[in-house]
Nanobody
Framework: QVQVVEAGGGSVQAGGSLRLSCIHSEYITTTYCMCWFRQAPGKEREGVAL???????SYADSVKGRFTISKDNANNTLYLQMNSLKPEDTAMYYC??????????????????????WGQGTLVTVSS
């Protein structure tokens, strides 16, 4: 059974940076879509960034220009580089893998409902 495990969360001051990582238990190249979602306390889960098997990416408007999603196929690892962090970026961040060919723009705009494999999450806290 495919599993994904996140790491790299923590506490940082506004304006700072963090890099999240996500290790995929199988071959990341066979997974069509790798995604980051987040959920802040009291808020609905939202898409952050996605990358497909060809390397195409899509970002939520709220993180464009600040966050970068990337992957290392050789090490089956997904990354999310987060720069210029804001207090509103505080949330639990989830790594998600899906084997289907999905419309990235549609997925990033949604809540992730129905996506196949979810990690346990890693907490990011940004203080002002």
């Amino acid at each position: 059974q495919v599993q994904v495990v996140e790491a790299g969360g923590g506490s940082v001051q506004a304006g700072g940076s963090l890099r999240l990582s996500c290790i995929h238990s199988e071959y990341i190249t066979t997974t069509y879509c790798m995604c980051w979602f987040r959920q802040a306390p009291g808020k609905e889960r939202e898409g952050v960034a996605l990358i497909d098997s060809d390397g195409s990416t899509s970002y939520a408007d709220s993180v464009k220009g600040r966050f970068t999603i990337s992957k290392d196929n050789a090490n089956n690892t997904l990354y999310l580089q987060m720069n210029s962090l804001k207090p509103e970026d505080t949330a639990m961040y989830y790594c998600v893998a899906d084997s289907r060919a999905l419309a990235l723009e549609v997925v990033v705009a949604g809540t992730g409902r129905g996506l196949e494999v979810w990690g346990q999450g890693t907490l990011v806290t940004v203080s002002s």
